[in-house]
């Protein structure tokens, strides 16, 4: 059953009247079943974190104009209002954010911090608010969970800050859990650790998870599909086994190239040339064209339509007008 549906997504911005439009997501729409794992992939700046701030209704007092539809459960949240979306957020979909230290206030404890929306939202008092968090401590793999609640965030680590926020963003038991880069500060080993307990939480909990990364290396053994994103829109859209057998836009295949692989012996990982585009200055016709080692003149002409793939998979979707088909696409990460 899809417990999130977003269909023809646009973010736009206005700096002041009568000035140009600044568009920085469109048309983007993706949906996400219970129980299964979307990972939305791309570098800094293509988009990926204001689809979903828009879908929470959180790009805030000066946010974007936001038009187009998200579906949760049997309503529009594009049209409702901020006091409605609060019901929505924490109950309905839970974020767990990029940097646990600024989420985190620094002068209020973990456990009163964890309570709040406890006792705020869902008639908890204070000693059930605290038994409750401490199961949730527990649950994400917190040692000593009830002597923890005392304790402030810098008293934690890294991994143990971000272990809290997700413990915080499933409180409330919602049916999604978005992830916006949860393991960007963390060291190689606590990333593994903490990617491991999102999807063991999303499978026992039966949980949507929309993941957000600039890595398909973090995403390739957590999630069911993927939509990588470039320039506001969906430039390919798979199931992971799929994308990573067959990627056809060269935007995916050059983030594969970066990826490092273990049967691959390289002084220097490949770069991809230039820079992404401005959202106030996009080139014309397909937005990676500056940056394609395969583009043609008639990129300029027209943005691309997103079509199904040559392989015939009809679950996968790319758009370029010249994707690349071959069976000896990049496959380090892959799911076994």
């Given at each position: 059953?899809?417990?999130l549906?977003?269909?023809?997504l646009?973010?736009a911005?206005?700096?002041r009247?009568h ?14 079943d ?8 791309g570098e ?22 936001v ?8 309503q529009d ?5 901020q006091k409605?979306?609060r ?18 206030n ?8 964890m309570?709040?929306p406890l ?16 199961e949730?401590l ?26 809290v926020?997700?413990a915080m ?5 919602p ?5 916006d ?7 190689v080993?606590?990333q ?9 939480l999303?499978?026992?909990?039966r949980?949507?998870?929309v993941?957000?990364?600039h890595d ?5 053994g957590?999630?069911d ?5 470039y320039?506001?829109r ?14 056809g836009?060269?935007y995916?295949r ?9 049967d691959?012996r ?13 959202p ?11 940056r394609?080692?395969v ?30 088909h ?11």
């Amino acid at each position: 059953m899809t417990v999130l549906e977003v269909e023809h997504l646009n973010v736009a911005y206005r700096d002041r009247p009568h000035t140009p439009v600044v568009e920085t997501v469109k048309d983007v729409s993706f949906r996400v079943d219970a129980g299964e794992a979307l990972g939305i992939v791309g570098e800094s700046g293509c988009g990926k974190s204001q689809t979903m701030l828009a879908v929470l209704g959180m790009l805030g007092r000066e946010g974007g104009e936001v038009t187009g539809r998200v579906g949760f459960d049997g309503q529009d949240l594009t049209r409702l209002s901020q006091k409605q979306l609060r019901a929505v957020r924490g109950a309905g979909i839970g974020l767990v954010s990029q940097d646990a230290l600024s989420a985190l206030n620094p002068a209020m404890t973990i456990g009163r911090q964890m309570a709040e929306p406890l006792i705020r939202y869902d008639g908890y008092d204070r000693r059930t608010a605290a038994d409750r968090c401490a199961e949730l401590l527990d649950l994400v793999g917190i040692p000593g969970p009830r002597e923890r609640l005392r304790a402030h965030p810098h008293e934690l680590s890294g991994g143990m800050r971000q272990r809290v926020l997700i413990a915080m963003a499933i409180s409330r038991e919602p049916k999604v859990l978005i992830a916006d880069e949860p393991t960007t500060a963390l060291d190689v080993t606590i990333q593994s650790q903490v990617l491991r307990l999102i999807d063991r939480l999303r499978r026992d909990l039966r949980m949507a998870l929309v993941l957000i990364t600039h890595d398909l290396g973090v995403v390739a053994g957590v999630t069911d599909r993927i939509a990588v994103m470039y320039a506001g829109r969906v430039v390919e859209s798979a199931p992971t086994t799929s994308l990573f057998d067959a990627p056809g836009h060269p935007y995916t295949r050059a983030l594969m190239s970066s990826i490092p692989r273990m049967d691959h012996r390289v002084d220097r990982l490949p770069a991809i040339p230039g820079f992404p585009p401005a959202p106030a200055s996009p080139p014309p016709g397909c937005a990676f064209r500056p940056r394609c080692a395969v583009a043609r003149p008639a990129c300029d002409d027209s943005v691309p339509l997103l079509v199904g793939h040559p392989s015939g998979d009809p679950a996968h979707f790319v758009r370029c007008p010249y994707p690349v088909h071959d069976s000896n696409g990049p496959t380090v990460g892959a799911r076994s």
